[in-house]
């Protein structure tokens, strides 16, 4: 079996590798585990951690390990998020497909379960939607957004975060909020997001006052 990897993950793969401090990528929703194999067989990660909190999805993880003859290097976990998994100093934890609010909630469970958080670990976020509530959410609780990158794919535009632990709670704009605080900085790389984003925004706008007054400030 091929695992070529689509535009969305391939964008997440290439973000994650960046972060790569300890070799070990703990990919929590997993379902297909292309992530994984992928960044195993070309030796971006050492190790994987595969989560889901379905079985079905578990199995074909699980399936994908053992076709590509990983199991030595992957192990599966049926878990909520990052329930019970063993999180080591410079990890990468990916989250990807899945809800902003199903993020959040992952991440501040998993901060709950820990006095301190483990050295140098990195968040990979690929949020399918609530992606501004996700930001808001993370500035709040101690965390900043190192990178941002989008992607356009089957018709969807996808955005993916790298984000670190500070502890310290930072502020965000709201133009930051809606907009990105590292994407911002980088839209002459990204017009149709720009573009994408503006419309939306402008729609939401009409019923939202937060999201028109972010809109009159924009250049
Ligand atoms: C749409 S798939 C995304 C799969 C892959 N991460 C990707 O980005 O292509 C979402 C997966 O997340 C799993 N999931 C949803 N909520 C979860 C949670 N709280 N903990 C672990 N897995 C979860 C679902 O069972 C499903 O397999």
Request: glycine residues 8%; contains cysteine; proline residues 3%.
């Amino acid at each position: 079996m091929r695992y070529d990897l689509t535009v969305r993950l391939k964008m997440i793969a290439d973000l994650a590798s960046r972060y790569k401090v300890s070799g070990r990528l703990i990919d929590v929703g997993a379902d297909h585990g292309l992530l994984s194999v992928y960044c195993l067989k070309n030796d971006v990660f050492k190790e994987a951690v595969l989560t889901d909190i379905n079985e079905g999805p578990l199995s074909r993880a699980d399936e994908a390990i053992r076709s590509n003859l990983l199991s030595e290097r992957a192990s599966t976990m049926l878990t909520d998020g990052l329930d019970g998994v063993e999180v080591n100093d410079g990890d990468v934890i990916v989250i990807a497909g899945m809800g902003g609010l199903n993020i959040k909630d992952i991440i501040g469970r998993f901060m709950n379960e820990h006095d301190s958080m483990p050295k140098d670990i990195t968040f990979i976020l690929q949020p399918q939607k609530s992606l501004p509530e996700l930001r808001e959410w993370l500035y709040g609780n101690g965390f900043v957004i190192d990178d941002e990158e989008a992607c356009f794919e089957t018709g969807f535009y996808y955005c993916v975060l790298s984000v670190k632990y500070s502890g310290k709670e930072l502020p965000l704009s709201d133009r930051e909020i809606y907009y990105g605080p590292v994407m911002l900085t980088k839209f002459e790389r990204y017009p149709e997001y720009r573009a994408f984003l503006d419309r939306v925004y402008q729609v939401r706008a009409r019923g939202d006052k937060r999201i028109r007054d972010v809109l009159e400030g924009m250049e």
